[in-house]
């Protein structure tokens, strides 16, 4: 059973930066794509950002050219880069695998842009 876990999230002010990390245990890392969602307050979960090793990055177009994605498989971690935040990045950051059709989730990591 993979277990996959976030930090990095925190306060922000607007145009700052975070890097949220993801770290998995209990499965073959590199058999795994990974992913970002998020959700804020009254909304619905949001697709942010996906990277897998065969097709490499995808961003939603509301944070292309502001967030990377990237996986170190030697420390079984995904991190997302996230720059020039703004107020509507506000959420819950959730962090996923995907391998076929089984999906894992972390628990979430909280992201708050604000003056």
């Known amino acids: 059973q993979l277990q996959l876990v976030e930090s990095g999230g925190g306060l922000v002010q607007p145009g700052g930066s975070l890097r949220l990390s993801c770290a998995a245990s209990?499965?073959?890392?590199?058999?795994?794509?990974f992913g970002w969602f998020r959700q804020a307050p009254g909304k619905e979960r949001e697709g942010v950002s996906c990277?897998?090793?065969?097709?490499?990055?995808t961003y939603v177009d509301s944070v292309k050219g502001r967030f990377t994605v990237s996986r170190d498989n030697a420390k079984n971690t995904v991190y997302l880069q996230m720059n020039s935040l703004k107020p509507e990045d506000t959420a819950v950051y959730y962090c996923?695998?995907?391998?076929?059709?089984?999906?894992?989730w972390g628990q979430g990591t909280q992201v708050t842009v604000s003056s």
């Open positions: 209990g499965g073959t890392f590199e058999h795994y794509d």
């Open positions: 990277i897998s090793n065969s097709a490499g990055a």
């Open positions: 996923y695998a995907v391998r076929g059709v089984t999906a894992y």
